[in-house]
């Protein structure tokens, strides 16, 4: 990509993307060699938006917000594809899912295969975060999710909800802007045109410390806005409430953190610059 994409960065990343492009095409290639392809479902997704602000090598979230590290949308929104001889047909699904709706999906599958079959539950995992969501991978039926939890910090005090149409950000969710790929950027210098506004409330020069934003409540509609540009919370406080009376339930059942102080003996340096165990197990 050198000479073909300016930013150097960017340059880097559509290369390392384009290898990994390359050795999913060996896997592929294999299961068919082997006979296995027509009985698989491929899956491809990402865990996260990609890092911005410092610590970017040339990824871009835009036109959504913020990046990895953060609970804005360019940090938990993810693109994804699923390819299989065994689906219907081809389809761009914008139903709600959940990473964790990866484990009850796939072991309902394994369990009562891809047809329908309402006497088939698939097996008993117990009380999980996670639901099956084939029927609405296959266009069966919609998303079995209405709701997630984004996360809770309690040692940084902050959260994140998603409940239909409506997100909620409680306390720092980290970097909120929006870095643009670099073409783009490049069209808004020369043309002289003004970047998007933040339309949030908060004024973010004079927010650089962690503890003015604790307690604060952003609302956003994600689904008319996905950008989150409008900050809503004053205009529907009863959505606030019923998503802050959710974001509770979430944390009165949340495991206390184990957190421990960093030990020195843990040094990567001690071992010749290697993570490794460091204390005596038994």
Sequence with gaps: YKGVVKDDDRASLLAMVTAMDDDAEVVVSSLKKAGMWEDTIFIFFSDNGGPIAGISIGQVNYPLRGGKYSYWEGG?????FLHS?????RRINH???HVTDWLPTLTHIAHCGIEENPGC???DLGDIDGVNQWP???GLAPSNRTEFLVNIDQIKKNAALRLGRWKLLQGNPGNGAWPMPPRLAEEIELNDVEERDIDDGFDYDELEQMELLEGKVQLYDVEYDPSETQELSKRYPQVVDLLLERLQYHKDRAVQPRNVPTDPASNPNHFGGAWTPWLETC
């Design 136 to 138: 609405a991978m296959a």
């Design 121 to 123: 539950s698939g097996p």
């Design 95 to 97: 139903e709600l899912f």
């Design 76 to 80: 938990i929104r993810s693109a994804s």
């Design 85 to 89: 001889p065994l689906l219907p047909d």
